[in-house]
């Protein structure tokens, strides 16, 4: 669906091949296509200006099909001025808003043989968007899952709501009879209003319409006097609940709509199963985000932006490389950021863009995406191609911020998003994320063998961690600015602590955590290092105990107030920033795996070919099951608590090889079949399934 995917058109655009064998009748055969809007005549106004966009225009078609006969020739038949083209039933389509359907103006048999199309125009010749066009690679948008509705409520003979049970990124499909001419506004939303209404107050404040004939996620059908069924072609929207109004009465069933959740058909490669009920809900609601903004390119929301914010998916990136096999849509993403790049270097704080994000958002912070996004994909595939890919862009950026800022020194960025309540100097966590982007740009260096760039950017990196340290690390007290747990987690996740000094930093962390009653402190860059910082140092028992909360600010809270996916906010009251259905603070997915399960792929043999096993047997927490399927097959890590002991099972795939770091608590001995170890390190071993017990 939504075929082809939404790109800098004037720059790139895509292809998509079919193969229409099975379609083929004895005889003639016809082709007729229904074509819609997309982002590439984005009409509705938004603060973002795609209606403004310098590729916009009216939509184009283009069609090869290449015929091969039993003799080998081949034939193509073209699209051409022989085609014939009318206005459809789909009487107005937004990829931002919705869709129009007049069911009266159906032409039945209209893409058949026999049709008579003789009072139809001919199409006419139009210039291709790019003179870039490339085959679409990526796993296609689907509608996935089909979701009845678990709720049914009619206020009168016009009016009706739906509840589908969970939020979702999709469509709705309707089933209804009723007078010919009669109007049906479908409005889908998050959330209600105290009288069972759809309250759509979180989600719109960003449309400024200026015509009243395109209302925000509501589909307008005007019914045949049969029965019609209605799903949008050319739209997706975020909602839970639909409400149906209509011109005259008509008769609606709980069955006459249901829901469709889609997405970027991505393969799951993950799965966590824990004995915490609201950890398992947790997991399931940032998967469903994730899911809920994929659409052959991250999105913050799917429904009051749908925009490719890039720090939304930087942090978000290990939880869907953990979770999903979504390699190639980010290798088109990626391929989009190169078209977006400006020749001194700069990206925009949100990819694909008509042209908004470049004057706002779009510090390392934010666009870090084009070097940690590669390096990700690295670890997790082994694959350099999109750090070679990507290279001289990481370059050009990291350059024109060097150039821009030479003390090392950045205050280029938004800072940690949407926090509970401190704040951290944007200047702080920019840098911060510039040393990052400086440190990956060294490795790729290492590993495209440019030796020369590798020493270079070393020390670049250098000058930027001692510059950092130099105004915001206090050696006395051991702490990073005014000691908040996004100051002090960054400089743990991100190395940037002198060397030896860890411990008492980490120490400080856990204090700091505890004085905030082992709750978050944080915002979007400080969910990304709160819980690594603390489990990779010493104290995943703290780390779990704020990751499994349940009252504010956590994301148990939320999952408690019934959200089946992430918010925005930590506040749910909030008036602003409460889409609620957000993948921004979705690094907790990714925790998961790696604070308690500690599968961790090896940077020094990526692709888990050899894979580190670093489990935390964290208090509070009975049992836990995780699995990864790596390039080499299924990675798995399991714990169950037998008396005061621990059972922990360990899966290696064929051709791998892993490091276990187990760590049995005072008194207590590791065993393996009843042989007792001792090991001094990591306990190296081959593929196999191996069942310690520490007792």
Request: proline share 5%.
């Amino acid at each position: 669906r939504l075929d082809p995917m939404y790109t800098r058109f004037d720059r790139r655009t895509l292809y998509v091949t079919y193969d229409v064998t099975a379609q083929l009748q004895q005889g003639k055969n016809a082709i007729g296509v229904l074509l819609g809007n997309g982002w590439y005549n984005h009409q509705s106004s938004s603060i973002w200006n795609f209606d403004r966009a310098p590729w916009r225009g009216r939509p184009t078609f283009c069609l090869d099909l290449r015929v091969t006969y039993e003799d080998g020739s081949v034939e193509t038949i073209v699209t051409d001025r022989s085609w014939s083209t009318a206005f459809s039933p789909v009487t107005f389509n937004s990829i931002y808003t919705a869709e129009h359907y007049d069911a009266r103006l159906e032409l039945p048999g209209w893409n058949t043989v026999n049709f008579d199309d003789t009072k139809w125009d001919k199409a006419a010749i139009r210039s291709a968007p790019s003179a870039h066009i490339v085959a679409q690679n990526l796993q296609p948008i689907r509608n996935v899952e089909e979701i009845p509705a678990v709720s049914f409520k009619k206020f009168n003979d016009t009016s009706y709501q739906y509840n589908l049970g969970r939020n979702i990124a999709g469509v709705s499909q309707i089933k209804v009879k009723g007078e010919a001419g009669t109007v049906l506004r479908i409005k889908h939303g998050e959330r209600l209003y105290p009288n069972g209404r759809i309250d759509q107050s979180n989600i719109d404040h960003h449309y400024h319409p200026i015509v009243t004939d395109d209302p925000f996620q509501i589909d307008i059908i005007t019914l045949s006097g049969g029965e019609d069924t209605f799903m949008p072609h050319f739209n997706y929207k975020g909602f839970q609940y639909v409400e149906v109004t209509a011109s005259k009465p008509v008769t609606l069933t709980r069955q006459s709509l249901k829901g469709y959740f889609m997405h970027s058909d991505v393969a799951p490669v993950g799965t966590i199963k824990t004995s915490n009920p609201t950890v398992n809900k947790i997991w399931s609601a940032t998967n469903n985000s994730y899911l809920s903004n994929l659409f052959g390119y991250p999105t913050d929301c799917p429904q009051r932006e749908k925009n490719g914010w890039t720090g939304d998916a930087h942090i978000a990136s290990e939880t869907g490389l953990y979770n999903f096999d979504g390699i190639t849509v980010y290798e088109k993403w990626l391929a989009d950021h190169r078209d977006e790049q400006q020749p001194n270097g700069v990206l925009p704080s949100i990819i694909p863009t008509s042209g908004w994000g470049y004057e706002w958002g779009n510090g390392p912070d934010w666009t870090s995406t084009i070097a940690i996004i590669p390096w990700n994909i690295y670890l997790f595939y082994g694959d350099t191609k999109p750090l070679a890919d990507n290279y001289d862009n990481i370059k050009r950026y990291v350059d024109h911020i060097d150039e821009l800022y030479p003390t090392g020194l950045t205050i280029w960025g938004l800072g940690d998003w949407v926090p509970v309540k401190s704040k951290s100097p944007v200047e702080y966590t920019s840098s911060a994320y510039y040393f990052a982007d400086v440190t990956i740009l060294a490795k790729a260096a290492g590993l495209l063998g440019k030796q020369d760039e590798v020493i270079k950017y070393k020390a670049l990196a250098q000058k930027i961690k001692d510059a950092i340290n130099a105004k915001y690390f206090n050696a006395t007290t051991n702490t990073y600015g005014a000691g908040t747990q996004t100051e002090m987690s960054v400089a743990l996740y991100w190395g940037l602590v002198p060397d030896g000094l860890k411990p008492n930093v980490a120490a400080n962390l856990a204090k700091r955590v505890e004085v905030d009653n082992f709750h978050l402190d944080v915002g979007l860059l400080g969910t990304k290092s709160i819980l690594n910082a603390l489990s990779e140092n010493g104290y995943a028992d703290i780390a779990y105990r704020i990751a499994s909360q349940e009252d504010f600010p956590s994301w148990g809270w939320w999952i408690k107030n019934g959200a089946t996916t992430l918010y925005e906010n930590w506040n749910i009251q909030s008036k602003y920033d409460i889409s609620l259905n957000h993948i921004m603070f979705g690094e907790v997915g990714a925790w998961l795996y790696k604070g308690i399960g500690g599968i961790f792929p090896d940077e020094n043999c990526p692709g888990f070919s050899h894979v580190l096993l670093r489990p935390n047997f964290v208090k509070g927490l009975q049992q836990y099951a995780s699995s990864h399927d790596g390039p080499h097959g299924r990675v798995s890590a399991s714990w169950v608590r037998k008396g005061n002991g621990i059972v922990y099972t360990a899966v290696v795939p064929a051709n791998s090889t892993a490091a276990i770091y187990l760590k049995p608590g005072s008194g207590q001995n590791i065993y393996l079949k009843n042989k007792k170890l001792n090991p001094t390190g990591p306990i190296e071993v081959a593929a196999g399934t191996y069942e310690f017990e520490i007792r």
